[in-house]
């Protein structure tokens, strides 16, 4: 395990379409490691600054105080800051950070090439959200710690470890009450789902299009989005490669989905685009015309509104279904009730 005991200081520096909808759903996958239960609260109790945790790719980070000027590399872990109360704090984000709509005035510092070393140093934060699983490049990360920033890494590979990541954010910002407060509402809200879903006996067969161009682009087994899919109350079609996020047409079709959820539809992308598809004519989805589209951001992006984007997952899956508390959906294609 990599330990440091980082003291923050400036330092200073040497030297579309379908397809962005698949970059924007990879981006979503980003928080922290998973947690022992749902309503763990082990950040909680933490003593004050000076502190030190331990990020998802297993290094001790210690924060000296509670953080000021605070730079987040992943658009959940500004939208946590923002609903710890923190977001005033934010003063570094990434090009593709849209909520809350307050996150537009922060200074972009990353995009897909990667971090702009030379304007997060001119920003002089003391602390850095980062992401793993390659999100933030792991090179940049080894370059903001050796100028000595702390950078807490955050990856949430499954639904459960989003709620240890709100604390975790919580406890290096300085608002550990406020993120157990937070867990405990969408741990409630889960259970509310849960439930409600658990009642019903079909598990239809559920493809959850990511994209759609140059490739069919679906979740890989085990992944965030297909546990979401499962949760809803769906069967999730998967590329049955952990490694591979593209599904052969013909793959696609001997699956024969009997819902098609089109996680794309913000990008444009609406049910009758797929009833014209070549090879899409006859599979149970489009013939029954269970085609629907979602809004993707609150279902993939591992953040306050999660449980929000489940339920709307769990309509898109089952229509039928009545979840008090949860807000129903603006429509996103003319061509769909969703």
Do not use: K
């Not at 993120?179 to 067969?205: C, G, H, K, N, Y």
């Not at 559920?206 to 161009?213: A, I, R």
């Not at 949860?326 to 969703?338: I, K, N, R, S, V």
Request: a negative charge.
């Amino acid at each position: 395990m990599d330990t440091r005991t980082v003291d923050p200081v400036p330092g200073t520096v040497r030297c579309r379409g379908s397809l962005l909808a698949l970059v924007v759903f990879l981006a979503a996958l980003v928080l922290i490691v998973a947690p022992a239960s749902w309503t763990a609260s082990a950040f909680a109790n933490e003593p004050a600054f000076p502190l030190t945790v331990i990020d998802d790719e297993g290094t001790e980070v210690t924060v000296e105080s509670e953080p000021q000027r605070i730079v987040s590399l992943t658009p959940a872990s500004t939208e946590i800051a923002f609903a710890l109360g923190a977001g005033e704090r934010l003063v570094g984000r990434t090009d593709w950070d849209d909520f809350p709509a307050e996150a537009a005035e922060i200074t972009p510092v990353a995009s897909f090439t990667g971090v702009n070393m030379e304007q997060l140093v001119s920003l002089e934060p003391d602390l850095v959200l980062a992401g793993g699983n390659f999100f933030t490049p792991p090179d940049d990360i080894e370059r903001m710690r050796d100028l000595g920033y702390p950078v807490v890494v955050l990856y949430a590979p499954d639904v459960p470890a989003v709620l240890a990541g709100i604390e975790l954010i919580g406890t290096v910002v300085g608002a550990p009450e406020e993120a157990a407060a937070l867990t405990s509402e969408m741990t409630v809200q889960f259970e509310a789902v849960r439930e409600t879903v658990a009642a019903i006996d079909e598990r239809p067969r559920t493809f959850y299009q990511v994209g759609s161009e140059p490739e069919i682009f679906a979740p890989a087994p085990g992944s965030f989005v297909a546990d979401m899919v499962a949760l809803a109350g769906g069967d999730p079609i998967t590329t049955a490669d952990a490694a591979a996020w593209a599904i052969p047409l013909e793959q696609l079709v001997v699956a024969d989905p009997e819902v098609i959820i089109l996680g794309d539809a913000n990008y444009g992308v609406c049910p009758g685009d797929v009833a014209t598809r070549a090879g899409w004519d006859e599979m149970t989805a489009v013939v029954s015309g269970d085609v629907r589209p979602v809004d993707d951001v609150p279902i993939t992006r591992p953040g306050p509104r999660l449980m929000q984007g489940l339920a709307s997952l769990a309509r898109a899956i089952h229509p039928d279904l009545e979840l008090d508390g949860f807000p129903l959906d603006q429509p996103l294609c003319e061509d769909a009730g969703t």
